[in-house]
């Protein structure tokens, strides 16, 4: 008797010390089982509580089960892209409940969760920058951008040529929708261009561009994760994260010990809503565009924050609370973030719909031709070629600010968001430029 309480006591010893997401394995799988039956009995709170709890659950569920997957985890992106992927698919499938969908919708597009996840990364990432090491990089970044589309042009091209599509339709159609910086900010205004250009409907470019940038979509997440794997095995590549190659350059910032607390937290959390809110005052009302381009909010946040840091501003003890705050965001509703995306902005059926031998095979090229241009060029002017390649090449191939959080999760290095949303923000508008140029050579 005393022997089978000794074993029963350490099989719930055992069971305890089993934990997902830092919580014990019992009670973790207690609190999903009431959440899901919430959700399939449509009682679920239709508020961000509600929100949070099913999208924390799912997140938990998908990414623990990818994070062990093998190959998976190694090459397509971990617990991340299972969590988008799988979200995904159960709303295509018809197994989550409509209102459960409008409850996690409502709480990524109304509440605008995702602006906060974004702003936090984009504080905490740029201030931790040495500021001499950021001027260096603003510097050279858009040339890189530049040379990831001439190199999306080129092997597009070749693409195009191996499956039978001319090189005009090939950059028109299929580069200019894919390396624009995603869809709102995108593939919609490019579509007006398109429209005034040509005097066609703008809808014959975006039924075409949407899936399309979809495909790229999801090659630039597998090559992400494929860009880590090499990180891994050739070292020299990759800064693991940091973006510029810095041995040679006496660019140190003075080391400041400071012990962060829950003060340097709140502060964290209010510079990265002040900075967000002064960049909304000023893309929306005092400089909403730049030469007829329209500047995004996240354009001018990653400005602002970067000016703040290159004059040094910001206390030292603040920077650490806002470094503190993004690795809390990035650590611990990454995969929360992913269930949202995938609920909220992606189409499976869609994505199914598109997937011809053609598309595919233009797409990863394209896609691959970005990696390509943007890892030499980056290596030229003192990136690291990894990071150039992620950032510069594949976060402007995908869609945008979902895009880049995909993408920066399989490759697994979140403290690029700054210049990922350099890309998708700037680039997108830089590329805008481009296609009023192309529409009009080519129509």
Same mark, same amino acid.
């Given at each position: 008797?005393?022997?089978?309480?000794?074993?029963?006591?350490?099989?719930?010893?055992?069971?305890?010390?089993?934990?997902?997401?830092?919580?014990?394995?019992?009670?973790?799988?207690?609190?999903?089982?009431?959440?899901?039956?919430?959700?399939?009995?449509?009682?679920?709170?239709?508020?961000?509580?509600?929100?949070?709890?099913?999208?924390?659950?799912?997140?938990?569920?998908?990414?623990?089960?990818?994070?062990?997957?093998?190959?998976?985890?190694?090459?397509?992106?971990?617990?991340?892209?299972?969590?988008?992927?799988?979200?995904?698919?159960?709303?295509?499938?018809?197994?989550?409940?409509?209102?459960?969908?409008?409850?996690?919708?409502?709480?990524?597009?109304?509440?605008?969760?995702?602006?906060?996840?974004?702003?936090?990364?984009?504080?905490?990432?740029?201030?931790?920058?040495?500021?001499?090491?950021?001027?260096?990089?603003?510097?050279?970044?858009?040339?890189?951008?530049?040379?990831?589309?001439?190199?999306?042009?080129?092997?597009?091209?070749?693409?195009?040529?191996?499956?039978?599509?001319?090189?005009?339709?090939?950059?028109?159609?299929?580069?200019?929708?894919?390396?624009?910086?995603?869809?709102?900010?995108?593939?919609?205004?490019?579509?007006?261009?398109?429209?005034?250009?040509?005097?066609?409907?703008?809808?014959? !470019?975006?039924?075409?561009?949407?899936?399309?940038?979809?495909?790229?979509?999801?090659?630039?997440?597998?090559?992400?994760?494929?860009?880590?794997?090499?990180?891994?095995?050739?070292?020299?590549?990759?800064?693991?994260?940091?973006?510029?190659?810095?041995?040679?350059?006496?660019?140190?910032?003075?080391?400041?010990?400071?012990?962060?607390?829950?003060?340097?937290?709140?502060?964290?959390?209010?510079?990265?809503?002040?900075?967000?809110?002064?960049?909304?005052?000023?893309?929306?009302?005092?400089?909403?565009?730049? !030469?007829?381009?329209?500047?995004?909010?996240?354009?001018?946040?990653?400005?602002?924050?970067?000016?703040?840091?290159?004059?040094?501003?910001?206390?030292?003890?603040?920077?650490?609370?806002?470094?503190?705050?993004?690795?809390?965001?990035?650590?611990?509703?990454?995969?929360?973030?992913?269930?949202?995306?995938?609920?909220?902005?992606?189409?499976?059926?869609?994505?199914?719909?598109?997937?011809?031998?053609?598309?595919?095979?233009?797409?990863?090229?394209?896609?691959?031709?970005?990696?390509?241009?943007?890892?030499?060029?980056?290596?030229?002017?003192?990136?690291?070629?990894?990071?150039?390649?992620?950032?510069?090449?594949?976060?402007?191939?995908?869609?945008?600010?979902?895009?880049?959080?995909?993408?920066?999760?399989?490759?697994?290095?979140?403290?690029?968001?700054?210049?990922?949303?350099?890309?998708?923000?700037?680039?997108?508008?830089?590329?805008?430029?481009?296609?009023?140029?192309? !529409?009009?050579?080519?129509?």
């Amino acid at each position: 008797m005393v022997n089978q309480e000794k074993i029963q006591s350490k099989n719930a010893i055992g069971m305890n010390s089993l934990k997902v997401y830092g919580i014990p394995l019992p009670l973790f799988a207690f609190f999903a089982v009431a959440v899901i039956a919430a959700s399939l009995t449509d009682v679920l709170p239709g508020n961000i509580v509600g929100a949070l709890g099913i999208t924390l659950v799912l997140g938990v569920i998908f990414g623990e089960i990818g994070d062990r997957i093998p190959i998976w985890n190694e090459y397509v992106g971990g617990g991340a892209i299972l969590a988008f992927l799988g979200s995904a698919y159960l709303v295509y499938a018809g197994i989550m409940p409509e209102k459960t969908i409008d409850t996690i919708s409502g709480f990524i597009e109304s509440t605008n969760f995702l602006n906060l996840f974004i702003s936090v990364l984009i504080t905490g990432s740029i201030l931790s920058v040495n500021r001499k090491l950021l001027v260096r990089a603003l510097a050279g970044y858009i040339p890189t951008i530049i040379f990831g589309v001439l190199g999306a042009m080129i092997l597009g091209t070749i693409g195009g040529l191996i499956t039978g599509i001319s090189p005009r339709e090939v950059i028109t159609m299929y580069v200019l929708p894919i390396m624009g910086g995603g869809t709102g900010a995108g593939a919609l205004p490019m579509s007006e261009i398109y429209a005034s250009t040509t005097g066609n409907d703008p809808s014959n !470019f975006l039924s075409f561009a949407f899936p399309i940038l979809t495909i790229a979509n999801i090659v630039a997440i597998i090559v992400a994760a494929l860009l880590n794997k090499l990180g891994e095995k050739r070292t020299e590549l990759t800064g693991n994260g940091e973006l510029v190659r810095s041995k040679n350059i006496d660019a140190q910032d003075a080391k400041v010990d400071v012990k962060v607390t829950n003060h340097e937290l709140g502060a964290g959390l209010l510079l990265s809503t002040g900075f967000f809110i002064l960049a909304t005052l000023v893309s929306k009302k005092i400089l909403p565009s730049i !030469f007829g381009v329209q500047i995004h909010t996240f354009a001018y946040m990653v400005l602002f924050v970067s000016l703040f840091n290159a004059l040094n501003l910001i206390p030292e003890e603040l920077k650490q609370g806002a470094k503190k705050l993004q690795s809390f965001f990035s650590g611990r509703f990454l995969w929360v973030i992913m269930i949202g995306v995938g609920v909220a902005y992606t189409d499976l059926g869609e994505i199914i719909a598109a997937l011809t031998v053609q598309n595919v095979i233009v797409a990863a090229f394209i896609v691959v031709g970005a990696t390509i241009g943007t890892a030499l060029f980056g290596y030229v002017v003192g990136f690291f070629p990894i990071e150039s390649a992620i950032t510069a090449g594949l976060c402007m191939a995908n869609r945008g600010g979902s895009g880049d959080l995909a993408v920066l999760g399989a490759a697994k290095r979140m403290d690029l968001i700054s210049w990922a949303q350099i890309s998708s923000r700037l680039g997108g508008g830089i590329m805008l430029v481009i296609a009023s140029i192309v !529409f009009g050579l080519f129509y």
